[in-house]
């Protein structure tokens, strides 16, 4: 008799009761479990220790027996690392002993059923009206934009965003480790990797699924992140036709970003002289998003940045077209900051007013400012800067 998976579901949680009110408040972001008596949650960026405990190590590791059992991989000694999902579609990592000699150790990504969208943005101030203008407008000319940030500071949510810029008579495949990313648009392809199963059968990694995704007509390729050899594949689309592509990558600063991509497109098996991946990264990359979690806990844009080119001299070319000031703090310690212009006019102003848009006038206003010089057209606040 086999057992309804509603059933499944509801006996797996049941093992879980010590954190079940964390993950079922939606302000909280993360669960962190290390070992049974010791528990964490973030919550508006910051880390709480809480007073959940699980009644011991046994009962921690039975939940996370079950829940490995849910997902059919393999967690012992000789596997000790589980990457599975909850029911909810909560990303749960789990590492247990020999790998982690103090105990289970577990993170839980909650999975938000409330998609942000730049409106929630922008009450949170991520950043400002202008930029998303200026943003919307380089997506919609399917410029390549990589998103770039460490952990938790909000690249998903970003992802997100960036991607409902798209124009909805387009098909939209998107690429994913594990599912996490709500695409608000109509024609969206979902395609996400496999592990092998506990004979070592059946893997499908991002790259495969990216090589397939090149036969399926995409008019834009969303790859949730980018974290191996599958760059190099990636970079190659963006360069060969595959224009409007987004994803994310684990980087501090835009520079890093372009510098990580390089050294993720060498872990491929195919060998390209290095200045020649370099010019083609540079070629490839149009924007860098740049995302950080401040201090205070708060998830911010801190450069909206271009790629500019590659000198071999001189290295990659960048220039901001925003970035964010600081300010100091107020009373409460919260971080004061302004995201603001740099003047830099996109190189692909006339893609974008080909579409029928513009830019916000306060580009332009920073663009004279700066001395800049800007060249008009028939707006009066339109024109493009250039030294």
Do not use: W
Not at 191 to 216: H, N, S, Y
Not at 339 to 351: H, K, S
């Amino acid at each position: 008799m086999t057992i309804p998976r509603e059933v499944f579901e509801q006996t797996l949680l049941g093992f879980f009761d010590p954190i079940r009110p964390y993950l079922d408040d939606p302000g909280v972001s993360e669960v962190m479990i290390n070992g049974p008596f010791e528990i964490y949650v973030e919550k508006k960026g910051k880390l709480h220790k809480v007073d959940a405990k699980f009644p011991s190590h046994e009962a921690l590791m039975s939940a996370l027996r079950n829940l490995s059992q849910f997902v059919g991989r393999q967690l012992n000694e000789l596997h000790p690392i589980l990457e599975a999902r909850l029911p909810d579609g909560s990303r749960v990592e789990a590492v247990i002993p020999p790998a982690s000699p103090d105990g289970p150790s577990v993170a839980i990504r909650r999975f938000s059923k409330d998609t942000l969208t730049i409106a929630k943005l922008l009450e949170f101030k991520s950043f400002t009206p202008d930029a998303a203008e200026v943003m919307k407008a380089v997506v919609a000319a399917k410029q390549n934009v990589i998103v770039a940030g460490g952990t938790g500071s909000g690249k998903t949510s970003m992802l997100n965003c960036l991607s409902s810029f798209a124009g909805h008579d387009e098909r939209v495949v998107v690429i994913e480790d594990a599912r996490e990313l709500q695409l608000q648009l109509p024609h969206v392809v979902q395609m996400e990797a496999q592990p092998p199963d506990p004979r070592g059968r059946g893997q499908v990694t991002i790259r495969d699924l990216f090589k397939a995704t090149l036969r399926m007509r995409p008019d834009r390729i969303v790859v949730g992140e980018i974290r191996s050899g599958e760059a190099l594949e990636l970079i190659q689309a963006m360069t060969s036709g595959h224009g409007g592509c987004l994803s994310t990558v684990h980087a501090t600063y835009p520079i890093d970003t372009l510098n990580r991509l390089e050294t993720m497109a060498m872990m491929s098996d195919v060998e390209i002289p290095l200045q020649a991946m370099r010019a083609q990264i540079a070629s490839a990359i149009n924007f860098i998003v740049q995302t950080t979690r401040l201090l205070d806990g708060t998830r911010c844009v801190t450069h909206f940045t271009e790629v500019l080119g590659y000198d071999p001299a001189t290295g990659y070319q960048l220039g901001d077209i925003f970035i964010r000031k600081y300010l100091g703090r107020d009373a409460d310690g919260r971080v004061i900051s302004e995201f603001v212009p740099t003047g830099r006019i996109p190189r692909c102003i006339d893609m974008i007013r080909a579409l029928g848009l513009e830019l916000p006038r306060s580009v332009y206003e920073a663009a004279e400012k700066a001395g800049f010089e800007v060249h008009s057209s028939e707006d009066p606040g339109a024109g493009l800067a250039t030294h």
